[in-house]
């Protein structure tokens, strides 16, 4: 099966990379003409810059060239997925569209997977998800990931087909799920990084990341998600890589909001919108999510970390 992928920044060149070394010719497609022409020519993407680009992989700024694929992975930021899709949706019929971003959509309150059904419902949607770096991936480093796809079979076709020696691929038929530990772990990683850069020390993030995760089990559960799949690598796995890690965006935001420094706004930070996103969901479904609630109060400068720690630390006692 022909694989493309939507989307040039790190994560879609680092999958292409992988896959294309495996064998697969590869068609990545990105918005950009300019970007398009550096990356046919230099063989290197600046976001992956150690990266050779194997001569397997071809790029271009023409979206029609993707329409010849039959599986498309559409690594574009989670706030863009639903208006890259909208214009296309009529031209995937019967298209395996695997989404590779982590996030909720503001203006509809979906996840990925979900956005996927809802435009074109007669493409197969599945979920790529789970804890990796674009850079280890590229690197040809040992990854496990999540395939989320509701039907079984045509999951275990996208298992084989997107699976390499090194990228180990674990199958589900959550996409609720998997879409959601991917989305909210960035919220906690934004915590974790607030965290140590505000200098409250390793144990108060530790304290953090094992609060955190019953907030994902909670909201995951209200939204439909089986109750196992948070704790796979889509949600458990993810959350422990991204909340510990400096290589991550999410942590590294985080930690510059806990110093209080700038961070450049042109960074794919995921849980910031992520965050808002949760906090209305948890409103409009009445469930406590204290973690995400003041993540999003800090991102939109609604509070600074003195008094979201104090609205932590001032909740009442119980059981845990
Ligand atoms: N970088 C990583 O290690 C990983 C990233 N992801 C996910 O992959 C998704 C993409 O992230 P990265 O590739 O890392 O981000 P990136 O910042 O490296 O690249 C984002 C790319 O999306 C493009 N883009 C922005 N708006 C667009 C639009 N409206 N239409 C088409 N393209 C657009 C940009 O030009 C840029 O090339 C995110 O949801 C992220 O959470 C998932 C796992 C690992
Ligand atoms: O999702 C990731 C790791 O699994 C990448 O995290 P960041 O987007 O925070 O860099």
Redesign the pocket.
């Known amino acids: 099966m022909k694989i493309g992928v ?9 999958l292409g990379v992988a896959l294309a070394l495996d064998g697969n010719a590869i068609t990545l497609w ?3 003409p300019d ?1 398009v022409a550096t990356m046919q020519t230099t063989r290197l993407n600046p ?1 992956l810059p150690d990266v050779p680009l194997p001569p397997k992989m071809d790029f271009t700024a023409a979206i029609d060239d993707l329409l010849g694929c039959d599986i498309l992975l559409l ?4 706030q ?1 997925l639903r ?2 899709l909208e214009p296309l949706a009529g031209r995937l019929d019967g298209k395996y569209l695997v989404a ?4 909720i959509d503001l203006t509809r309150m979906t996840g990925p997977g979900t956005s996927i059904t809802e435009l074109v419902p007669t493409a197969t949607a599945a979920v790529l ?1 789970g804890p ?4 280890d991936i590229a690197c040809g480093l040992p990854t496990a990931l999540t395939l989320a796809c509701a039907d079984d079979a045509h999951g275990a076709i996208l298992q084989t087909a997107l699976s390499t020696t090194a990228l180990r691929l674990y199958r589900t038929t959550d996409i609720i799920g998997a879409e959601l530990g ?1 989305a909210l772990k ?1 919220v906690m990683a934004i915590a974790s990084g607030v965290a140590i850069g505000a200098g409250l020390g390793e144990s108060a993030r530790a304290a953090l990341i094992t609060r955190g995760f019953p907030e994902m089990q909670r909201l995951a559960a209200a939204l439909g998600a089986m109750p196992d799949t948070l704790g796979g690598l889509s949600g458990f796995g993810d959350l422990v890589l991204t909340c510990t890690s400096p ?1 991550s ?1 999410n942590y590294r935001c985080g930690v510059a909001l806990g110093q209080a420094a700038g961070f450049d706004q042109a ?2 930070v ?1 849980g910031a919108a992520t965050a808002r996103a949760v906090r209305q969901l948890a409103q409009e479904l009445d469930i406590d999510l204290p973690i995400c609630a003041v993540v999003a109060d800090l991102i939109e400068e609604k509070t600074d970390v003195a008094a979201a720690l104090n609205a932590l630390l001032s909740r009442p006692l119980r059981e845990e």
Not at 6 to 14: D, I, S, W
Not at 100 to 103: A, E, I, L, N, R
Not at 132 to 135: C, D, I, K, V
Request: proline share 5%; hydrophobic share 35%; aromatic share 8%.
């Open positions: 939507a989307g040039g920044g790190a994560f879609g060149t680092a990105a918005r950009n970007a976001k690594a574009v930021p989670a863009t208006p890259f590779c971003c982590k996030g998800t990796s770096f674009a850079a991917g960035n290589q965006r960074t794919t995921e």
